[in-house]
């Protein structure tokens, strides 16, 4: 597997892990310390991983049998860093997603989520 398409089942595991509230998907996702960062509501969000977490757990997940939407725009690798665009769908809103990520002990996490929520 291309260092390209590890990068892409970490955002497929993201999105995934978004649809179905699933915390596990998600703290395999990202690192530990990932940020989460966005205006939401007219307000800056700067959420850590467990109130991301907690925040999509809330919503629950999507109705069962749909599939999540999931368009990956661009996907830039450098060694052990990368970055991903992605537009997804979250509760009924559309967001831009710019992920980066980082090589840690071999595996792929996400350390940093900014996103634009579209109106």
């Given at each position: 597997?291309?260092?390209?398409?590890?990068?892409?089942?970490?955002?497929?595991?993201?999105?995934?892990?978004?649809?179905?509230?699933?915390?596990?998907?998600?703290?395999?996702?990202?690192?530990?310390?990932?940020?989460?960062?966005?205006n939401y509501?007219?307000?800056?969000?700067?959420?850590?991983?467990n109130?991301?977490?907690?925040?999509?757990?809330?919503?629950?997940?999507?109705?069962?049998?749909?599939?999540?939407?999931?368009?990956?725009?661009?996907?830039?690798?450098?060694?052990?860093?990368?970055?991903?665009?992605?537009?997804?769908?979250?509760?009924?809103?559309?967001?831009?997603?710019?992920?980066?990520?980082?090589?840690?002990?071999?595996?792929?996490?996400?350390?940093?989520?900014?996103?634009?929520?579209?109106?």
């Open positions: 597997m291309s260092e390209e398409q590890s990068v892409e089942s970490v955002v497929h595991l993201y999105v995934d892990g978004m649809a179905l509230a699933h915390a596990g998907a998600l703290r395999k996702a990202f690192h530990p310390n990932a940020s989460i960062i966005g509501q007219g307000k800056v969000e700067w959420m850590s991983l109130e991301f977490i907690d925040a999509v757990a809330s919503e629950g997940p999507t109705v069962a049998g749909s599939q999540p939407l999931i368009q990956i725009e661009a996907i830039d690798v450098t060694g052990d860093a990368a970055t991903v665009k992605v537009v997804d769908e979250f509760a009924g809103m559309r967001f831009s997603d710019y992920l980066s990520l980082l090589k840690v002990d071999g595996r792929w996490v996400i350390v940093n989520k900014l996103y634009h929520l579209h109106s």
